[in-house]
């Protein structure tokens, strides 16, 4: 089946840095990604919408100068946490749209856990 | 957007089958009722999908009234690694997907 590799997996950064997440199809071609934030013992919701060679669409509440995504390519989305806080410590899930017949199907990354000190 | 109304949690043996109900009272005639599995700190893997009657795959059975205002998720013969999170998502797209809180299935041995 179809494989979404996310990047990396873990990780643990300090106060006011920077942190990049990587979501890549490796099989197929997205042009369509999303990005979603879980919190513990919640259901996911929703950040973004992805869209390659064009700006992403953000999810009410949610900031778009804090949380910069790039589709750059049909392969590749990203999504910076910038000046994380300990409050942006989360799990953090993409997803990409994979035509199949007439429809579509979701595949997801592995989620990245993000806790900031 | 329809939303939808899960068990938030249930248990089960090892062995036996297990039927979880989900409520999408408002779903409408274009939207699809799709099936997540989704174990702790990973992404949700899909099960299955359907829109209306009986939908069977190699790891489960989706079960649609003819008035599609609810729908069921049968897993037969679950195992202990069957334990996780299923989410019920209601949508005629990937971009209407609203994920509600899910219900957490516990297998005992």
């Known amino acids: 089946g179809a494989v979404v590799s996310q990047h990396p997996s873990w990780v643990i950064c300090k106060s006011g840095t920077s942190v990049k997440i990587e979501c890549r199809s490796l099989?197929?071609?997205?042009?369509?990604m999303f990005w979603y934030r879980q919190f513990p013992k919640q259901s996911l919701m929703l950040m973004a919408t992805?869209?390659?060679?064009?700006?992403?669409?953000?999810e009410q509440g949610v900031e778009k100068d804090k949380f910069l995504i790039n589709h750059a390519s049909l392969t590749l989305s990203t999504l910076t946490v910038t000046s994380a806080h300990p409050e942006d410590s989360s799990f953090y899930i993409c997803?990409?749209?994979?035509?199949?017949?007439?429809?579509?199907?979701?595949?997801f990354g592995s989620g990245t856990q993000l806790s900031v000190l | 957007l329809a939303k939808t109304t899960q068990p938030i949690s249930m248990d089960s043996y090892e062995g036996q089958e297990v039927n979880i109900t989900c409520s999408h009272n408002?779903?409408?005639?274009?939207?699809?009722i799709t099936w997540y599995q989704q174990f702790p700190s990973q992404g949700p893997r899909f099960i299955i999908q359907g829109y209306k009657t009986k939908v069977t795959n190699e790891v489960a059975s989706l079960f649609i009234p003819a008035d599609r205002k609810s729908s069921t998720l049968s897993l037969p013969r679950v195992s202990l690694s069957d334990t996780a999170v299923y989410y019920c998502l209601v949508g005629e797209s990937n971009y209407q997907l609203i994920w509600g809180a899910g219900t957490k299935l516990i297998i005992k041995p």
């Open positions: 099989d197929f071609q997205a042009t369509t």
């Open positions: 408002n779903i409408a005639t274009n939207d699809y």
């Open positions: 997803s990409a749209t994979r035509r199949q017949g007439a429809g579509e199907k979701l595949f």
């Open positions: 992805s869209n390659e060679g064009s700006k992403a669409t953000y």
